[in-house]
């Protein structure tokens, strides 16, 4: 017989009202390799709840020996709708960047998972602009992931089957 034990450190750093998630930690190996993740914007994702993007991430992460995990996004206003995004406030997002940024440091893997859709949307298109520029420096370590039919950037929010793997990220 053989018992185990993990434990799980999360952290989140919020706003005041809680309606903007900077940055959402896990850690279960401090000793291990560190990744961050950049999606489009938090939903239901904390320090405790863990939404399908989040649970896919993890998943894919401890299949592949990493051990930890910072979730960072494009917009810190949390909604499960992409259309509540207009229901930002442009001062309590500028602080954002500051958190990307934090999150590529000592990342040795950085994911791309705001989705392909993003991409080709113009609403996007400054913030993308913006992140795309701080991951630029990193762009050896910098992958998104690709589907059985040869799809990249593909949002971890509809699944992620073995099939799935990790390619680089195109960035043109």
Known sequence: MVTKEQTLKTTAIYSDDQKYSYSLTKVWDKDKPKAAFIGINPSDATELVMDKTVMNLMNHLISNDYSQVEVVNLYAFRSKNQNGLINR????????????????????????????DADGKAKYKEALDTVKREILPFKDRVKCFQDKRGNVNCHLSVGCSDEWSLVSYPFE
Do not use: F, T
């Open 89 to 116: 406030d442009d001062k309590l997002e500028k602080a954002n960047v500051d958190y990307i940024r934090n999150a590529l440091r000592g990342s040795e893997l950085i994911i791309v998972g705001w989705g392909r």
